[in-house]
């Protein structure tokens, strides 16, 4: 395996769970809002605020990482 090809795929792994903790910030904000997770009724302040987060860091966090490694790349 080359250089290039281990940077690639440490890259592609590092991709991979940013999407996946976005992924799961985001059911646990759904969780906290629509259950009885953190109190009776469910805390939709609060469970908005996390999905917000998780939504953030699976559509945003990947773009900006890629923006941080077009730089290194320069």
Do not use: C, H, Q
Not at 18 to 40: C, E, N, Q, V, Y
Not at 57 to 69: E, F, M, S, Y
């Amino acid at each position: 395996m080359s250089n290039e090809e281990a940077l690639w795929r440490k890259r592609f792994a590092i991709f991979a769970l940013l999407r996946i903790s976005g992924l799961l910030l985001f059911l646990l904000g759904m969780a906290i809002t629509f259950s009885d997770l953190i109190r009776p009724g469910g805390f939709v302040e609060l469970g908005l605020v996390v999905t917000g987060l998780g939504l953030a860091d699976a559509l945003l966090g990947p773009v900006l990482l890629k923006r941080v490694w077009d730089k290194e790349a320069r």
